[in-house]
């Protein structure tokens, strides 16, 4: 068989697998695009979390403010999770999980932005424990889900330049 393939490589099983696989066509990305409304909604939401979190941060109206975080959160995680991938790349589905984790981080941030514009949550601490573990501890969620946010955002679009 090997003298016979040397000869007559057309013949060969190996070469005619590697002619079946240049004609199979590429695989297309399974990757759900937002629609141009939906950009917007993602666009906007992502400048009500800008606006808020820096007024929060400088003192600037921290009860509407954090109001303002918290709507732009919401419509910015929801678009996100319209995004979706439906390809078979095991990495850019773990990278999209962490994504929509960071999504939720970027909630409970304004979640916890709100208990410290109004101090909800100190009635059920002692003014010690409320100070060490709630007050202002935003800052530290969103740091979290912002770097988390980088991260799979420029993760995923390597791993997709990869796939094309």
């Known amino acids: 068989m090997k003298i016979y393939c040397w000869f ?3 013949a060969c099983p190996k070469y005619r697998q590697s002619l079946n696989d ?3 066509e590429p ?7 937002l629609s141009k409304t939906q950009s917007w909604i993602y666009l906007i939401g992502g400048v009500l979390m800008t606006v808020g979190a820096g007024c929060c941060a400088i003192l600037w109206h921290p009860e509407w403010m954090c109001w303002v975080y918290i709507l732009g959160s919401l419509l910015f995680v929801a678009m996100q999770a319209q995004q979706r991938y439906d390809g078979q ?3 850019i589905r773990r990278l999209r999980k962490i994504m929509l984790i960071s999504g939720v981080l970027f909630i409970l941030a304004g979640v916890s932005m709100a208990d410290t514009a109004y101090l909800f949550l100190r009635r059920f601490f002692s003014t010690v424990t409320y100070i060490q573990f ?3 501890k935003w800052v530290m969620l969103l ?3 912002a770097i988390l946010q980088l991260y799979t955002t420029h993760r995923i679009s390597n791993e997709l330049e990869k796939e094309s």
């Open 134 to 136: 709630f007050y202002n």
């Open 89 to 91: 790349n095991a990495t």
């Open 22 to 24: 240049e004609k199979k």
């Open 27 to 33: 695989e297309k990305i399974a990757e759900k695009q």
């Open 143 to 145: 740091l979290i889900a």
């Open 8 to 10: 007559n490589p057309k």
